[in-house]
């Protein structure tokens, strides 16, 4: 067995949490490669690699199945340590203690969507609010690792403050580029104050991501932080090992879809979990995409083989993407596990956002893309109400406040007087 000791020891002698001095040892009996999806050329873990030399196709972890599947001592995402780089051997990792979120439910949220009962795993909960956070620890770890001096991402806002916060606890620089003028302010905000350097993309993500790819190709010592880093596809399964592992008769997970890489980090969660026997049916994944930006939707309920791009215009600015890097990741496993892809409205969007947060609950716009894709399942009599579905909750409610603000109903402090008064 594994030796998995270490973690925390100077946590226990002063009480303080140490979030870049945790260390973690996995006896490297096990084995952990990369290999190309199209055409399985294998690559050794210790290059800094993205995609394939020979056909550009996209990179993935892969590892020898270990004879067990939690590390003792941890929780959340380091928990399932021998699933996401058993072969690590001696490494400080870099974590502020992301995952093990709650999976809620509430009724006006399950009524709402028509489901007898709706869980929502609540991503919003992870240390920088959002899901991001459960790939970011495992990345930047791998950036430690691999001796990286800079880190690099383009993002719609949640990237680039969780690469930030992170980098920051790492010592390394981060450089974000951003579609300037078309991301919300709070998480641009959060960017800001973690010190990353902010570089203004006069153009939307896609423009970003390419300037991100184009950079990695020729300077290695960028360490590219968006999902096409096959690292951060591992830490983001542990969001779907903790739901399989709560609710053992899942049927469908839903989540919304922006640049693909959670929806390719939940077909290989359930893919993993099936070899590895733990799970007897697979859940079908949902991945609900934006009507304005539904590049992957057109590829599922066409004909074509490849996606093609489009402008994308939506109200849920997180999702707003329009040539996702992981399609071809995702389309692999929407079909694996016989899921669907749907699509939604912005009003659809935000009538669902409206419910989730009256709930008590609450998530950003592009979060509730999930229980509107849901609903709208149901609605159509493709899922059926007493199926159990999970919604997966991406970011906090407090991502993205502009809407929030431009729907309130504000009285005066006089009509409000008055009310008490008569
Ligand atoms: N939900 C939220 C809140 C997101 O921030 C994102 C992606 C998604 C869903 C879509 O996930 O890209 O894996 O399909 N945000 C990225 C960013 C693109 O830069 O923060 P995906």
Known sequence: MQAYGEQRSEQASTHFYYPDSISINMEPNSESWLSCIRCGQKYDIS???YICDRCHGLLEVKHSIPDHFTAEGFSGVWHYAPLIHPAMGNTRIISRGEGGTALYSHESVSKFTGLSSLGMKHEG????????????????????????????????????????????????????????????SSKLSQAIAYGARIID????????????????????????????????IEGQKTIFFEIMERLRDCRFIALPAGNLGNTSAAGKAIREFKELGLIDDIPKIISVQAEGASPFYNLWAG????????????????????????????????????????????????????????????????????????????????????????????????????????????????????????
Do not use: H
């Not at 690099?152 to 916060?165: E, F, K, L, P, V």
């Open 47 to 49: 290059r800094r690699k």
């Open 125 to 184: 909960e992870n240390p920088t609010g959002s899901f991001k956070d459960r790939g970011m620890t495992v990345a930047v770890t791998e950036a430690l690792r691999l001796g990286a001096t800079e880190t690099i991402c383009a993002s719609t806002g949640n990237t680039s403050a969780s690469a930030a916060s992170y980098s920051a606890l790492a010592g390394i620089r981060s450089n974000v580029l951003i579609p300037s003028g078309n991301i919300s």
């Open 201 to 232: 993309i006069p153009g939307d993500f896609d423009m970003a991501m390419s300037n991100v790819i184009r950079i990695a190709e020729s300077r290695q010592d960028y360490y590219v932080l968006n999902s096409i880093n096959p690292w951060r």
């Open 303 to 422: 004909a074509g083989e490849k996606l093609e791009p489009v402008r994308a215009s939506t109200i849920a600015s997180a999702i707003r993407i329009g040539n996702p890097v992981n399609w071809e990741k995702a389309i692999r496993e929407i079909r694996y596990t016989g899921g669907m892809v749907v699509t939604v409205t912005d009003r659809e969007i935000m009538e669902a956002k409206r419910v989730v947060d009256r709930s008590g609950i609450g998530c950003e716009p592009a979060s509730a893309a999930s229980v509107a894709g849901l609903k709208k399942l149901v609605d159509q009599g493709r899922i059926d109400r007493n199926d159990s579905a999970v919604a997966v909750l991406t970011g906090n409610i407090l991502k993205d406040t502009a809407s929030i603000l431009e729907d309130s109903d504000r009285i005066p402090v006089d009509a409000f007087m008055q009310e008490l008064a008569a």
